[in-house]
């Protein structure tokens, strides 16, 4: 059983679905017994073994085991199945098989997702390839290629969540939308969580974050064939903090190396979590210098001081800048990197200032930059989640702005 979400107890005392956080609300006793729903099943449905009210909910005690069973309308095809804590989904676990099991830890609902079975088909997914385990969790990534693929150009999808949330599996929607026409391979991957969310001892640092992304793409590299991947022609895209991350995988090429990130004055370098057998980090910064051809950071943040609050373990302002897409963009004299950005118009996390300078910044580099406006969307357009209104918000904005993105991407790999 492929569980592609684990929520970590570290992470669920900090998450907002916590009872003590919600007014009006008992708290819920640590050790059960706990209520478990039927949560949203559009299109389908579940069956759960030992059963569950379908109105009120049933409680079990802690450690009870519910076997569920998927079942599509006639029309739709089962996507997967969840867990999810009290029915919402910052925190959730996914099931990729039709039947599942589910350990009560908490305050859940179980159900699944059904899509039309044209969103399943023209592509293969291979799940949960393990690129490194630096820490506690398992770093991986989901390769999606298309029908018939050979030697297609690549787009590494790197996910959002404030650094501290998600994984891969939240773009697999926009993931599937970019291999429809079936001129790339995409690859949705994973990365540690900034801090200690991922339940490691020692704090994990931007720099650190970096690193994966960068591990994530020499294994993609590496595994080329595989896949039906030219490895020299990537492009990299990735929303809100995935934004700042695919910006900072392409603006920082230059600084891979095995100096150390501030272990030696003046010197912040990014030596990748993951590196090929007999390959250096040199030679790494090479291969990835000749790769990574095109960036699309969908509402993300560039500067510094925009992203504060998450670097304090970062003594220094050098440190903060090299960590800081806008201070590490390239002159397109030394390595064209071709950005195409976009944010909606009512998106309150993510302010329209910081993208602009971002875009005049690179264009003074003499990068090509494009800024799209999305009218009325919010953030987190291309977020794909079991639930009805992230879908509905994909359709409506995540899947024609995706299109777009790729128009873009074409101009830069189907001259």
Known sequence: MRLLKTLLPAVAALCCLSATAQPGR?????????????????????????????????????????????????????????????????????????TFDVIVDGEISVGASFVNPAELEGYRC???????????????????????????????????????????????????????????????????WIGTRDGDATPN??????EDCYGAILHIREHAAEYGLDPDRLAVTGDSAGGHLCAS???MVERIGDGGFGVHPGVFEYRPTYLPAGM??????????????????????????????????????????????LDNIPKASKRKIPHWLNRGTEDRTVDDASNREYTEALRAAGQRAEYVLVPGASHAYYDWKPDSATKETFERFGRPYARQMEDFFNTVFYK
């Open 26 to 98: 008992q708290p819920v006793n640590p050790n059960g017994p706990f209520r478990v729903k039927i949560g949203e099943c559009a299109h389908g449905s579940v069956t759960v073994t030992p059963s569950v009210d379908p109105e009120k909910g049933t409680e079990f005690p802690k450690g009870t085991v519910l076997h569920v069973r998927a079942t599509a309308d006639p029309g739709y095809a089962f996507e997967c199945g969840y867990k999810a804590q009290r029915g919402m989904f910052a925190f959730y676990t996914e099931y990729p098989d039709a």
């Open 126 to 192: 291979i799940p949960d390839i393990v690129y490194a385990q630096p820490g506690v969790k398992p770093l991986k990534y989901d390769a999606f290629i298309p029908d018939g693929a050979k030697s297609l150009p690549g787009i590494v999808i790197i996910h959002g969540g404030g650094w501290q949330m998600n994984c891969e599996d939240v773009m697999k929607g926009l993931a599937r939308a970019l291999v429809r026409d079936g001129k790339y391979v995409a690859f949705s991957i994973d990365y540690r």
């Open 205 to 210: 640092t931007m720099n650190q974050l970096i």
């Open 249 to 251: 995988v392409a603006t």
């Open 280 to 325: 250096s980090a040199k030679q790494a910064r090479k291969a990835l210098r000749r790769s990574i051809r095109a960036c699309a950071p969908n509402y993300g943040i560039f500067s510094a001081k925009s992203i504060d609050r998450f670097v304090r373990d970062l003594a220094g302002d050098e440190a903060r800048s090299a960590v800081s897409p």
